[in-house]
């Protein structure tokens, strides 16, 4: 079950991350992220009211409120770091992230067997190499490494709050709907910032009301996946379910290339292969 629930968080948020990079292409990234957020809150909330959710109201839910002022500021900075690129390097190096939640898992007293540490080594190094790494001929400047990294450890420490946000369903439907509306209110807060300063929040033709669809999948996608990681969580081993729904960068390398027709590099299609082998390691483990 584990394997299952972790493995459908890196589809869905490799698929969220695919839509999300579509669409900054033609919407600034900050208001992409606040549109696709308020969807999803909003639908959450539908499904609180209808489920009597907040009768599962928790001190626990912190936890899903901190995950909620984490999440956006480390999805800026990764936007950032891409824009400062290059990405061939941003992108690899952001996998890091799993080393929170791993972190975390062992500190609690988790002890995976010697087939499952060399699942998670072979998966992480599958991962890295998946996002198609620039190895040489890739000038990176300190401000992108340190913009990767805290995108890196607030990805990784979101993962870490959000296992702990609930031990229900329906407190899981509550956390995870705290979890979107501060998410919504950091977001909104910095975008109104980014405006005061002569930023802009729409493309030249106004409002993209063509591009509600895609920002719902992306938002909602998200939501589920933090869901799915959530149950993934409470049923196995963190150290498992981490390194499992970190294989999103797969999922999104795989995308473009159906999608798109974006050729993989021989780098990235050993580093899927790896990333599947890790998986077997790990499910079997």
Do not use: C
């Not at 629930?5 to 579509?22: H, I, K, N, R, V």
């Not at 001190?59 to 061939?88: C, E, N, Q």
């Not at 909104?188 to 802009?200: E, K, M, T, W």
């Amino acid at each position: 079950m584990t394997a299952f629930f972790a493995l459908t968080t890196s589809l869905l948020w490799g698929l969220a991350d695919f839509g999300g990079g579509l669409l900054t292409r033609r919407t600034p990234a900050l208001t992409v992220v606040v549109v696709s957020q308020a969807i999803a809150a909003a639908v959450l909330g539908a499904i609180v009211v209808a489920t009597g959710a907040w009768s599962a109201a928790e001190p626990r839910l912190w936890f899903a409120f901190a995950a909620g002022l984490v999440g956006p500021i480390a999805l800026l900075a990764f936007y950032k770091a891409l824009a400062l690129g290059p990405m061939g390097v941003v992108s690899p190096l952001a996998t890091l992230s799993v080393v929170v939640p791993v972190g975390v898992g062992l500190f609690l007293g988790e002890r995976p067997g010697l087939l499952q540490l060399a699942g998670i080594a072979v998966a992480v190094g599958g991962v890295v190499l998946a996002g198609g790494p620039q190895l040489r001929g890739a000038p990176v400047e300190r401000r992108t490494v340190l913009l990767t990294l805290v995108a890196a450890l607030g990805f990784g420490t979101v993962f870490a709050l959000i296992a702990e946000a609930s031990t229900t369903v329906t407190g899981l439907y509550l956390s995870l709907f705290v979890q979107r509306l501060t998410n919504v209110a950091v977001g909104g807060a910095v975008l109104a910032v980014s405006l005061r300063r002569g930023g802009s929040a729409l493309p030249e033709g106004g409002f993209p009301y063509r591009s509600l669809p895609a920002l719902a999948f992306v938002g909602l996608a998200d939501v589920a996946a933090n869901g799915t990681y959530a149950i993934a969580a409470q049923h196995g081993p963190v150290t498992v379910a981490a390194v499992l729904a970190s294989l999103y960068p797969v999922v999104t390398a795989l995308a473009a290339r159906g999608f798109l027709s974006e050729r993989l590099r021989a780098v990235q299609a050993a580093g899927a292969g790896l990333a599947l082998v890790g998986t077997v390691l790990l499910a079997t483990g």
